[in-house]
């Protein structure tokens, strides 16, 4: 079945006023945000935490983390996407024009964070580890992130962060601690 023409007409029209929004996003990044103080932040978090990971991972489990990381990574971005949709927050500058200005902290920081968690003392209650990671991500890096110009909360609590912080990353340290993995 066909769409009706005026709704094509009005997707259309949509998608165009998208595509002038990331030429104009992408015009203001290379005039005012490369190189720029908030980019080298950026930049510096979306690389270094990896570089550290690698080196300081427990190889037999990289598997297991990179699995548990991906979820973080999945949902935190999934959930970012929603917000940014939605208005209930923005952020202000980006490693990469075409890459969300996100990156560094769903694609970076929150799995790596998880990751590195869920090794250490992995025989430690989960609860108490998901509630520092949610402490910190949502009362900690979220303030720094806007006291650093770099993200703009507009109808959004810091206590909902703290919530939905808790329940990513006991899933994530679920996921991470099956007995399932096994050869194929």
Do not use: C
Not at 170 to 177: G, K, M, V
């Amino acid at each position: 079945m066909k769409m009706e023409q005026s709704v094509t007409n009005k997707m259309t029209e949509a998608y165009n006023l998208i595509e002038k929004a990331n030429d104009m996003i992408t015009s203001v990044f290379f005039e005012s945000v490369l190189f720029s103080l908030q980019w080298w932040i950026g930049f510096i978090l979306a690389v270094v935490p990896w570089i550290l990971w690698i080196f300081l991972r427990k190889k037999d489990s990289t598997w297991r983390l990179l699995t548990a990381g991906l979820f973080v990574l999945f949902v935190s971005s999934w959930f970012d996407v929603i917000g940014i949709s939605l208005g209930l927050w923005h952020y202000h500058s980006e490693v990469v024009p075409t890459i969300p200005a996100f990156f560094p902290w769903d694609f970076t920081l929150l799995p790596v964070i998880a990751m590195a968690l869920i090794q250490i003392k992995p025989t430690a209650n989960p609860l108490v580890k998901a509630i520092i990671f949610s402490i910190f991500s949502s009362y900690v890096a979220e303030p720094i992130f806007q006291w650093l110009d770099m993200y703009d909360r507009e109808h959004w609590k810091l206590y909902y962060s703290f919530f939905i912080y808790i329940i990513i990353y006991l899933i994530a340290n679920f996921i991470a601690n099956r007995k399932s993995y096994a050869t194929l």
